[in-house]
């Protein structure tokens, strides 16, 4: 997928299985690194670095549009791990203990049903 633009920008990802609508979201850094994540999960889709000559190339694995990531059985380009969204109030009951960290409040489409 090529990235047609110098800015930051959100554009549609596409639509889930139950309709609901994916976007992703664009980052450049100053020095051309480009970083392009979906709010499915918030994995990240594309990674553009410039090789040893100074060429951007995508150093990613992953699904051209949000029903791969939704179909797939693979993590490519997963950033949160097997439990994000499902540690409610920022508590985690581990064996007897339950151990607290600070609950994140963005919004990410659920990737659980």
Known sequence: ?????????QTAFGKLADGR??????????????LALTDYG??????????RRGKLQDITLGYDDVRGYEQG???????VGRYGNRISGGHLPV??????????????ISTVA
């Open 1 to 9: 997928m090529y990235l047609p633009h110098d800015r930051d920008y």
């Open 21 to 34: 609508e994916a976007s992703l979201f664009t980052l450049k850094a100053a020095n051309g690194i480009r």
């Open 42 to 51: 918030a994995a990240i889709v594309q990674l553009h670095t410039p090789d």
């Open 73 to 79: 059985s693979s993590y490519f380009g997963c950033t």
């Open 95 to 108: 064996n007897e203990h339950t151990t607290s960290s600070p609950a994140m409040t963005a919004r990410i």
